[in-house]
């Protein structure tokens, strides 16, 4: 009783001056939101899907202030990519420097031009997904998201978009607080990259949530920023159909507090979902991926590849879990979480889990913590190479399998040349 | 070239003594080889002149070329010329053998201060040596050692050493684990590499390889000393009497 008061007193402060808006569908989406969220409250640390990460800096009123950083000569992420920019900062779209939301094939509209207008795609998607994704695990902060979230964008794609569109997050106060909430619609045989980027804001929660249609394709791939004190709450929520594709990789370096939650169902027959993420970390470094990759459909194939490379005390933690519903024959399932300990004083928590209700179906996890390869350093010294440039190609090499998942092979190069830059500027 | 003195070595962990002193003089062009029962110290003598961590030098010297070996780096000892091949390559996932081949010749090429290679350079002088070794295209790409049979990995461990052009090479039972075709295209790479400059030690036991890369001295090595030293002859011997009588003579 005394939490549920708690809970529901955090609620109160963490909603305090934030409004419900909107007449239309949206302004309805966003109120049952907020009626489920008050149902719920939001999370604490006692509760199990939170308790290797304290959610406290979440959930509380106001953000801890973050530092702005400044990332030297590193290029932005994605940088030779020709895509549509769509450019946030602290959390609000920045239309002058952003490009003109034209593509071919593509229907890119802000969130607040929505409610007004009887976007019937969106009404099915907009905290539709997220509402599915809270069974049977709660994600407070998905709802929160969308019962009050002002800024994000509806992206429908109907063909084969020619350009990724580039979502770009921006931080230039140390007290923002950034609420984004975007919903894609990948139609039937279509095709979408959308790329993601930077640390947006002291403090963020997000939402994206994607129906990939049919035989749709959609690729995901996302570079959060560098920023040392930023904290981050995302998740995805996608909805796969029968011969449609999904993939998603996330690149973290830095951030003192990541959690990133994927909720995947793969609601057709023969579909295909890959999640994969590289998170490096140096000190105060918390990095949380959870991922729930439901097969409701025939013959579909998941996999899930986290790596993380911790050190002085940072900690990496993973939650996934594969459900099998029943009748989802000849599900191919995958999931891999690995850490790289640099030293005695970081850690990895995982927990990984398989539920299966079918009878026909390949299910695989593993997960290991390990420091570096003795052995292969030293067979590599022996050769010539320098014990600091050994230890970073194990590094990344540990790191192959994840980066292996970007079909992209320029970008899978551009993740690539951060990470290595990242590991020279953090030498153990 | 290779000059060992007096080298007492035992485990770093553990007190546990395994070079009692190794006395050994290998001049330029030389090819030596080293023999001896199990537990002998051979491969102990490889990893310390190598770099290996685990091993505490009490007493002695190394010397390459009248330089201290004992007190570099590994990667510094490869640079001024030491090359080890391993008796056990070690498989690196996820790291392509041909990044690795280019990543040891320029680093070493670097640290002598001359020009690293270009890719173009290096892809030409590497498709040549592969071939004498019969090493395919398909085996430079894949990564280091990952899914090599023995007798794979062996020849890769000779690719490194034609492309690193070391003065100084140490072989560590080159020969386990190949078969008859195996150690003569292994024997074949390094006897392509033999020249005045370059000096070679052979550890083996058996004789049968230095049928094929024929030695100048035979070392026998027992309980962690040099207790004889002779021609290839001595090879012979051990072959055909095994090593009691040496042992005993030795006491």
Known sequence: MALAQAKSEALAARTDGLSVGGSGWLGAARRDAQARLSAMGLPSKRDEYWRYTDPASLTQATPVPAALFDAGDEPPAFNGILALRLVFVDGVFDAGQSDDPALAGVEITHLSQADGVDIHWAREVYGVLEARGQVPVQRPLATLNTAYATEGFLIRATARAERPVSLVYHHNSTTSDAMLHHCIKVEKGAELTILEQGPAAARITSVMEVEVADGARFHHIRAQGRDHERRAATHVFARIGAEALFKSFTLTANGCLTRNEQVLELAGDDGVAHVAGAAVGDGVFHHDDTVFITHAGLRCESRQVFKKVLMNGAVGVFQGKILVKPGAQKTDGYQISQSLLLDGDSQFLAKPELEIYADDVKCSHGSTSGAIDETALFYLQSRGVPKRVAQSLLVLAFLAEAIGEIEDEVIAEDIRSRLEGWLQRHEH | ?251
């Open chain 2, 1 to 251: 070239m290779l000059e060992i003195k007096n080298l007492h070595v035992k485990l770093e962990e553990e007190d546990k003594v395994i070079l009692k002193g190794v006395d050994l003089k290998i001049g330029a062009g030389e090819v030596h080889a080293i023999m001896g029962p199990n537990g002998s110290g051979k491969s102990t003598l490889s990893y310390v002149l190598s770099g290996r961590e685990g091993y505490e030098v009490t007493e002695g010297s190394a010397t390459l070329d009248g330089t201290e070996l004992l007190e570099m780096e590994p990667e510094e000892r490869a640079a001024a010329g030491l090359f080890l091949a391993f008796q056990y390559p070690v498989e690196i996932p996820g790291v392509g053998n041909m990044t690795f081949l280019r990543t040891a010749v320029n680093a070493q090429r670097k640290a002598r201060g001359e020009e690293e290679l270009s890719a173009g350079e290096f892809l030409k002088i590497v498709r040549e040596k592969a071939k004498a070794l019969k090493i395919d295209a398909e085996m430079l790409k894949r990564p280091v050692n990952v899914g090599f049979s023995g007798g794979e990995k062996k020849r890769n461990e000779i690719l490194q050493m034609a492309m690193l052009e070391p003065r100084m090479c140490i072989l560590d039972e080159t020969d386990s684990g190949l078969d008859v075709d195996a150690m003569k295209l292994v024997s074949d790479g390094v006897n392509a590499l033999r020249d005045a400059g370059r000096s070679f030690l052979v550890i083996t036991h058996y004789q049968r390889l230095l049928d094929h890369i024929k030695p100048d001295v035979v070392h026998i090595m027992a309980a962690g000393r040099i207790i004889k030293s002779g021609g290839p002859e001595l090879a012979l011997e051990v072959e055909n009497n095994g090593y009691a009588d040496l042992l005993a003579e030795a006491k």
